[in-house]
């Protein structure tokens, strides 16, 4: 099946500073999402991106399809941005979303 | 509701027991989804519906895993007799679009953790 890699693993930002998170996936996709679980375990949408750019408030994604590549920025980092990142893709004529290992995020005040 | 939501919150069952999990899935949405995570990893796929057909069940464990959507709105996923190993969080999802087209952004409930002691 596809493999879906995320990185890196662990993020500690301080207030304020930017990131990047990249997922990186073995196949061709029709669709991709990132999402954030917040520490209730919810997950909450943030994208959906199979190709190009989008960007709404202090975060935005980029996804270069060809070559099988996604990044998330997050800019002006807030302790509420503190939790987990998933990338997930469904592969060309799929059904199923398969996750990255996700990109644990803890912001300090 | 405006999301998908599921019940129990949260559930404890001992080992052997036989536990039913409810998902409501967002009104309109023909594609219904569950998922499995484990503990400190990434959601895994179960199973998947379109309407009342279940299309996909490749996800699932064993034959201990059912899951029904007989109207083509709310699910169940059963487990029977239990074990420690089924502890984890089930999740539930649903798509407005029908496969294979170009939109299919599945939105997710809250979940329901599972205990087998």
């Known amino acids: 099946g596809i493999q879906v890699e995320q990185s890196p693993p662990d993020l500690i930002l301080q207030e304020g500073a930017n990131s990047t998170l990249r997922c990186n996936f073995s196949?061709?996709?029709?669709?991709l999402q990132w999402f954030h679980q917040n520490p209730w375990g919810q997950l909450i949408n943030l994208f959906y991106i199979p190709s190009g750019t989008k960007q709404n408030g202090r975060l935005s994604a980029t996804t270069v399809a060809t070559e099988r590549y996604s990044l998330l920025y997050i800019s002006s980092s807030q302790t509420t941005d503190s939790g987990v990142y998933f990338c997930a893709v469904l592969k060309a004529a799929g059904n199923k979303l398969t996750f990255g290992g996700g990109t644990r995020v803890l912001v300090k005040p | 509701g405006a999301g998908v939501s599921q019940s129990p919150r949260y559930k404890v069952a001992k080992r052997g027991q036989d536990v039913a999990l409810r998902c409501d899935p967002i009104?309109?949405?023909?594609?219904l989804f569950w998922y499995q995570q484990a503990l400190g990893q990434g959601p895994e796929f179960l199973t998947y519906?379109?309407?009342?057909?279940?299309?996909?069940k490749s996800g699932l464990p064993s034959d201990r895993f059912f899951a029904e959507r007989p109207e083509g709105s709310v699910s169940t996923l059963k487990i029977q007799r239990t074990q420690q190993e089924d502890s984890a969080v089930y999740l539930c999802a649903s798509s407005l679009v029908l496969y294979p087209t170009s939109y299919n952004e599945q939105f997710f409930g809250p979940g329901t953790r599972l205990t087998v002691l």
């Open positions: 196949d061709s996709v029709n669709n």
């Open positions: 519906f379109q309407n009342e057909a279940q299309l996909d």
């Open positions: 009104s309109g949405h023909v594609s």
